[in-house]
């Protein structure tokens, strides 16, 4: 990799010794296993998507009144993708560096991919939930986005500083839950947008903006994400992941079995968690009580029970034999993330509104307004086993467009534009 120059970097020189510390050769069966953790989490992203457009059920998974166990582990295993998308993106960021980008160019990279994310996900992807404009909500992508942008910012620091960051911001934020967004007047908005859950109105009556990811603490996961790449230079990096990822995991049931710090509590509809768990009619509800950790916005509690068998996940994934035809699949998911997450929004609105039609249910409300906005309508919608069905098909109907652009992208590594989808 090519010398940094602490000028061109604008930096102090202590800053630019630890990133030219990363220079030091990583395998490609070390990025591989990145990829195929990506590429494993998009394609169960898309079972929890399949449900909200296929399902009957006129109720949240995470409503301990009616939900099942099927039902809420249906969405409790989709709860790991996004921290895993948040933390994998801070580790491709760090990975810059080896590719010989200077501190300059990785942060230039990171503000405009993040700007573009903002503006995919507010006139494209929300399009392809509602099909319609006048509605806006912050999904996974603005808070991706909006992260590269503050990452921009912090890849200028020392190493160890962007962990602190990342480490207390996860640890700490929590504190943050009896914050009223009322006290900031109004500019109370600008609150949610930053930390909180909930909507406003652009304009009366008329345009509103709904905040279902916040920046905070998803920034943090990113921040961490980007320091935990330095463990890949280390031969012993999957022994650290495992003892790294069997620590959050002890975190967790700690912290969760002993109603201590770190889970708020958030209820709209039956969505979100409500502080503590507590002993339920059965054992299943009570499981499920235990689980049901605050997603909206991602407290402590559910940031360790989702990272850690994440970490021990990635650690186990650079065993596999990347020839094996589950392994060349994930691969080419993981490589074209974005691609894929654009097609298969579009693809399951598409396939929720033809099902519908060969079976006479009620279609119009998924062209006026999608399941972003309602519950599914009377006798509209199928149970779990044909929402598995449905998932599986997507999935492989998929598979041919994101192999193709995967390729596209290998063959024309000097197209710019390509690395922004």
């Known amino acids: 990799m090519q010398a940094i120059d602490s000028c061109e970097a604008g930096v102090r020189p202590i800053a630019v010794r630890e990133v030219r510390i990363t220079t030091a050769p990583v395998t490609a069966a070390r990025l591989a296993c990145i990829d195929l953790l990506r590429g494993l989490v998009m394609v169960i992203m898309a079972l929890d998507h399949t449900r909200e457009f296929f399902t009957s059920a006129k109720f ?18 989709t709860h790991f993708c996004a921290p895993v998308f948040f933390l994998l993106a801070g580790v491709s960021a760090y990975m810059s560096f080896l590719h010989g980008k200077s501190v300059a160019q990785v942060s230039k990279f990171l503000w405009t991919r993040g700007l573009w994310l903002v503006v995919l996900d507010l006139f494209v992807m929300t399009y392809a939930w509602t099909l319609r404009h006048g509605f ?30 990342g480490a207390g911001m996860i640890v700490t934020h929590n504190l943050l839950d009896t914050v009223n967004p009322a006290i900031f007047g109004r500019f109370y908005w600008l609150w949610l947008m930053v930390r909180g859950h909930g909507g406003f109105w652009i304009v009366p009556r008329h345009s509103g903006f709904f905040v279902l990811f916040s920046v905070v603490p998803w920034v943090g996961v990113m921040a961490v994400g980007y320091a935990m790449g330095a463990l ?41 968690a409500s502080g503590p768990w507590t002993t339920q009619a059965n054992l299943t509800l009570t499981v499920i009580s235990f689980f049901n950790t605050l997603k909206y916005p991602p407290s402590l509690q559910f940031l360790l029970m989702t990272l850690g068998p994440s970490l021990i996940l990635l650690a186990l994934l650079d065993r596999m034999n990347a020839k094996h035809w589950v392994a060349r699949i994930l691969l080419i998911f993981g490589r074209v993330p974005l691609f894929y997450y654009i097609l298969h929004l579009y693809l399951l609105h598409a396939l929720a509104i033809g099902v519908a039609l060969a079976l ?40 041919v467009p994101c192999r193709w652009y995967a390729g596209l992208k290998d063959r024309h590594k000097d197209w710019v534009w390509l690395r922004y989808v």
């Open 60 to 77: 949240a998974p995470e409503n301990l009144a009616y939900t099942t166990g099927p039902l809420f582990f249906t969405r409790f295993i």
């Open 136 to 165: 806006w909500f912050s999904g996974v992508l603005w808070a991706l986005g909006w992260s590269m942008v503050v990452m921009s910012v912090l890849v200028r620091l020392p190493l160890r500083w962007i962990a602190i960051f």
């Open 232 to 272: 890949l230079r280390r031969k012993d990096w999957r022994k650290t992941l495992v003892a790294l990822g069997s620590a959050l995991i002890a975190a967790f049931l700690l912290l969760r079995f002993f109603h201590l710090y770190g889970n708020g509590s958030y209820n709209m509809g039956g969505l979100g």
């Open 360 to 399: 006479h249910q009620p279609f119009h409300w998924l062209i006026l307004s999608g399941p972003m906005r309602q519950a599914p309508p009377p006798h509209y919608g199928h149970g779990l086993a044909f929402i598995y069905v449905m998932w599986i098909s997507v999935v492989a109907l998929l598979y």
